[in-house]
Structure formats: C-alpha cells, structure tokens
C-alpha cells in the first residue's frame, strides 16, 4: 500500500488550504485513511481520518469545525480543506491508511504511511 500526501505550503493565519491524499494498493474493502500532523519537538498528533466505505468521518479537537475530510472513491483519493488556519496548524502532514475498528486517533493503529506535506501558516 502507498500514500501520496500533497498540497501543503506556506499560507497566512485565516487563509484555507487543500491537501490531498492519494493512496494504491490497497485490496481490503473496509479500511480507514487518516491525516495526522508532527510540528517541530512534539509528538504526532490525530487530525481527522475518514472510513471505507461508509464514509465516517472523525476529528481531533484542535481542527473541529475547521477541517473536512472527505474521500473520492472513484480516484481512491482522501482531501482534507483547512479553514480558518492559525500559526499553531504548522506541521508536517501525514495520510496513513489502518484497518477499520478501534479508535481512529490511534498512531499506532496505522499500518501505512505516506511522506509527509509540510504546511506552514504565518501569522
């Protein structure tokens, strides 16, 4: 399974940014895709993860009606838009993909992952 993660970049606090997640290989039919983010000297911290093929949606509390997951069946691709973003949303971004079940903020849950998409906001 491979994970492409894109779309970060150097923004202002209040602007909005698209990432995207592209994944391959991936045969199971129920599975989860998640986004998590790593800034400078702290631990990665849950973003937001969406289910295959429901559709639902979880998000850690910090991007909680700032953030949208959403997925594209048909590219096998995973989006998450950022509004409203604040200096303390610069990170490095990471897709992984786990198997459905269980808590989807767990890090070690994930089984695959992309490199990651560094996403900057400026205050």
């Known amino acids: 399974v491979q994970l492409q993660a894109s779309g970060g970049g150097l923004v202002q606090a209040g602007d909005s940014l698209e990432l995207s997640c592209t994944m391959s290989g991936r045969t199971s039919r129920d599975y989860a895709v998640g986004w998590f983010r790593q800034a400078p000297g702290k631990e990665r911290e849950f973003v937001a993860a969406?289910?295959?093929?429901?559709?639902?949606?979880y998000y850690g509390d910090s991007v909680k009606g700032r953030f949208t997951i959403s997925k594209d069946n048909a590219k096998n691709t995973v989006s998450l838009i950022m509004n409203s973003l604040k200096p303390e949303d610069t990170a490095i971004y990471y897709c992984?993909?786990?198997?459905?079940?269980?808590?989807?903020?767990?890090?070690?849950?994930?089984?695959?992952w992309g490199q990651g998409t560094q996403v900057t906001v400026s205050s």
């Open positions: 992984a993909s786990r198997s459905s079940g269980g808590s989807m903020d767990y890090v070690r849950a994930y089984e695959y």
């Open positions: 969406i289910t295959w093929p429901i559709g639902a949606s």
